[in-house]
């Protein structure tokens, strides 16, 4: 909104109030991400094996079996205890609870509730948060992954696993997207993608690291929750530093709000700015919000042609990253390697993928940043394909190939993950950004219920689901070529600001083909030639 970029450079937008919101910013990575794979850690599955009538100096199979190993044993008997091979004696959930064999879909069952609790929580917390705010859902994302967490500790049967699961997958993604969607507003645009990217590429990639370790220094699944859920009690304190969206006061016509949390802004980085200037920005806001719908909801996006062209692809976008990184995370096991070992390895990945993006995004383009990285997914994934096959064809399959494929798989996914998750929220008008952000991610963790049926085809034809994922990736970056460029412009507010954004751009226009151009002109040519003088967005971008 161009009243809130020239009233934020008044009041500072990277000065004392920014670097604050980015050090809480790092802190939501670090927590975000040891809840979000607390569903990983305490399912890791040890080696296994009956302990059924054992002999003497028996010694363990090499793989995980379900089959009693006495000599007097038969294929047909059953097992009713088994041993595990606990690596650096972390105890899991499954080993904990004998949910292995013919009681391993209980896991699975425990899995996938996490998932449907973050699809309902996501679209319901994004709901909440453009009527209530992103600050209160923020906190309270915060409190039901905490909660859901420490409820876990205390399942003993399946029922009260699957609850508690549901209660913790509720706040995955708010507990991130609201802080993301915070500090993105309030930041100089031409910081945010350095300054959001430095952030997750350093610390969520910290967390995913320490994450396995973590585990096993506290030595049980309950220990690994317990740990990591009680630093998330510190996130209702950010009500007290954090100040609202003033973007969203404005989309809901809170005028006199939005001008104090500016004001507050600007005592924080020591700027002095006149009240008069405060009162003209109430007035200006007022004046372009006169034919703004006040309660927009995310169904207003798709009321208008190129507002649901835009987010359809968004949506198709979000289910081909969000499934080629399933597969890809599933394609990493049974390789040889400490399960460990491996996640920490692949989470490597995340601060590598953030420095690209971080050298190239601000340069080429949200636009071709987000077809490129598709299409380099595309053809990391089908490299994979060929490399595996022959591989296989040959007989001769190593660990560190494998190893060494499903790191560089990681880290094509991740680029077109964390460009994609800016580029869905500068493209999303600000009265449906909360909504329509969470519904993007939601497509997404939707679609992974496919990722099991699409690997499964590789009974037919070994190299099949590389050929598919390979497909919809070249897809995805293909369709990305009609949605329009977000750099060096000023973020659609309303609906109407959204329907005409990047209105004369062509599928070809890039960011780096262009010249820096007034952003009001790219954003409504009508209203351009009124304010034609009044700012030019290169100034800040």
Same mark, same amino acid.
């Given at each position: 909104m161009l009243e809130v970029d020239k009233m934020l450079e008044k009041c500072g937008d990277f000065?004392?109030?920014?670097? *604050?919101?980015? %050090? !809480?910013?790092? *802190?939501?990575? %670090? !927590?975000?991400? *040891?809840?979000?794979?607390?569903?990983?850690?305490?399912?890791?599955?040890?080696k296994y094996w009956c302990a059924d009538d054992l002999p003497p100096g028996f010694e363990p199979p090499q793989k995980s079996s379900c089959l009693p190993q006495g000599v007097n044993a038969s294929s047909s008997d059953k097992c009713h205890s088994y041993n595990y091979e606990l690596y650096l004696g972390y105890q899991s959930f499954p080993s904990d609870m004998n949910w292995i064999c013919d009681e391993a879909w209980r896991l699975t069952l425990g899995q996938s509730m996490f998932f449907v609790g973050s699809v309902v929580g996501t679209l319901t917390l994004g709901y909440l948060a453009d009527i209530l705010g992103r600050v209160p859902i923020m906190i309270v994302a915060n409190l039901i992954a905490m909660l859901g967490n420490m409820l876990t500790i205390f399942s003993s049967n399946l029922l009260l696993f699957c609850?508690?699961?549901l209660i913790s997958g509720f706040a995955t993604d708010s507990n991130f997207l609201m802080m993301y969607i915070l500090v993105m507003e309030y930041m100089r645009p031409s910081l945010r993608t350095i300054g959001l990217s430095i952030c997750i590429g350093i610390f969520y990639c910290i967390g995913s690291m320490s994450a396995p370790w973590i585990a096993v220094l506290m030595g049980s699944w309950r220990g690994y929750l317990l740990v990591t859920s009680l630093p998330l009690a510190l996130v209702p304190l950010f009500y007290f530093i954090v100040p609202e969206s003033v973007q969203w006061l404005i989309s809901m016509q809170k005028y006199e709000r939005a001008a104090r949390c500016l004001k507050r802004v600007a005592k924080i980085n020591g700027r002095h700015v006149e009240e008069r200037e405060y009162d003209q920005f109430v007035e200006d806001c007022k004046l372009s919000q006169q034919s703004t719908k006040a309660t927009p909801n995310l169904l207003d996006l798709f009321k208008t042609p190129r507002l649901r062209r835009n987010t359809l692809i968004l949506f198709f976008k979000s289910m081909v990253i969000t499934l080629c990184y399933d597969a890809v995370s599933r394609n990493v096991q049974g390789l040889g390697i400490s399960p460990f070992v491996m996640f920490?390895?692949?989470?490597?990945t995340i601060f590598p993928a953030c420095l690209l993006l971080i050298a190239l995004q601000d340069r080429i383009g949200r636009k071709a940043m987000a077809s490129m990285?598709?299409?380099?997914?595309?053809?990391?994934?089908?490299?994979?394909?060929i490399v595996l096959f022959a591989a296989i064809a040959e007989n001769n399959q190593?660990?560190?190939?494998?190893?060494?494929?499903?790191?560089?798989?990681?880290?094509?996914?991740t680029v077109a993950y964390n460009s994609g998750a800016q580029y869905?929220?500068?493209l999303i008008p600000t009265c449906?950004?909360?909504?329509?952000?969470?519904a993007v991610h939601v497509m997404g963790y939707a679609f992974t219920f496919f990722s099991a049926y699409i690997l499964y085809t590789r009974t037919i034809f070994s190299p099949l689901p590389e050929i598919i994922l390979g497909l919809l990736s070249l897809l995805g970056a293909g369709l990305c070529l009609l949605l329009p460029e977000t750099l060096h412009r000023t973020l659609p507010a309303?609906?109407?600001?959204?329907?005409?954004?990047g209105k004369n751009e062509h599928w070809y226009t890039f960011s780096f083909m262009e010249k820096r151009t007034q952003s009001v002109a790219k954003l409504a040519p009508g209203i351009a030639k009124s304010q034609s003088n009044s700012i030019d967005s290169s100034h800040y971008f």
């Amino acid at each position: 909104m161009l009243e809130v970029d020239k009233m934020l450079e008044k009041c500072g937008d990277f000065s004392r109030m920014q670097w *604050l919101m980015l %050090l !809480l910013f790092s *802190l939501i990575n %670090l !927590l975000s991400a *040891l809840h979000y794979y607390s569903q990983t850690i305490i399912s890791f599955v040890p080696k296994y094996w009956c302990a059924d009538d054992l002999p003497p100096g028996f010694e363990p199979p090499q793989k995980s079996s379900c089959l009693p190993q006495g000599v007097n044993a038969s294929s047909s008997d059953k097992c009713h205890s088994y041993n595990y091979e606990l690596y650096l004696g972390y105890q899991s959930f499954p080993s904990d609870m004998n949910w292995i064999c013919d009681e391993a879909w209980r896991l699975t069952l425990g899995q996938s509730m996490f998932f449907v609790g973050s699809v309902v929580g996501t679209l319901t917390l994004g709901y909440l948060a453009d009527i209530l705010g992103r600050v209160p859902i923020m906190i309270v994302a915060n409190l039901i992954a905490m909660l859901g967490n420490m409820l876990t500790i205390f399942s003993s049967n399946l029922l009260l696993f699957c609850a508690f699961r549901l209660i913790s997958g509720f706040a995955t993604d708010s507990n991130f997207l609201m802080m993301y969607i915070l500090v993105m507003e309030y930041m100089r645009p031409s910081l945010r993608t350095i300054g959001l990217s430095i952030c997750i590429g350093i610390f969520y990639c910290i967390g995913s690291m320490s994450a396995p370790w973590i585990a096993v220094l506290m030595g049980s699944w309950r220990g690994y929750l317990l740990v990591t859920s009680l630093p998330l009690a510190l996130v209702p304190l950010f009500y007290f530093i954090v100040p609202e969206s003033v973007q969203w006061l404005i989309s809901m016509q809170k005028y006199e709000r939005a001008a104090r949390c500016l004001k507050r802004v600007a005592k924080i980085n020591g700027r002095h700015v006149e009240e008069r200037e405060y009162d003209q920005f109430v007035e200006d806001c007022k004046l372009s919000q006169q034919s703004t719908k006040a309660t927009p909801n995310l169904l207003d996006l798709f009321k208008t042609p190129r507002l649901r062209r835009n987010t359809l692809i968004l949506f198709f976008k979000s289910m081909v990253i969000t499934l080629c990184y399933d597969a890809v995370s599933r394609n990493v096991q049974g390789l040889g390697i400490s399960p460990f070992v491996m996640f920490s390895l692949s989470a490597t990945t995340i601060f590598p993928a953030c420095l690209l993006l971080i050298a190239l995004q601000d340069r080429i383009g949200r636009k071709a940043m987000a077809s490129m990285s598709l299409l380099i997914s595309g053809i990391l994934i089908s490299v994979t394909c060929i490399v595996l096959f022959a591989a296989i064809a040959e007989n001769n399959q190593t660990t560190t190939l494998l190893v060494t494929l499903s790191v560089i798989g990681r880290f094509g996914v991740t680029v077109a993950y964390n460009s994609g998750a800016q580029y869905a929220t500068e493209l999303i008008p600000t009265c449906v950004r909360g909504q329509g952000v969470a519904a993007v991610h939601v497509m997404g963790y939707a679609f992974t219920f496919f990722s099991a049926y699409i690997l499964y085809t590789r009974t037919i034809f070994s190299p099949l689901p590389e050929i598919i994922l390979g497909l919809l990736s070249l897809l995805g970056a293909g369709l990305c070529l009609l949605l329009p460029e977000t750099l060096h412009r000023t973020l659609p507010a309303s609906l109407e600001d959204g329907e005409n954004f990047g209105k004369n751009e062509h599928w070809y226009t890039f960011s780096f083909m262009e010249k820096r151009t007034q952003s009001v002109a790219k954003l409504a040519p009508g209203i351009a030639k009124s304010q034609s003088n009044s700012i030019d967005s290169s100034h800040y971008f």
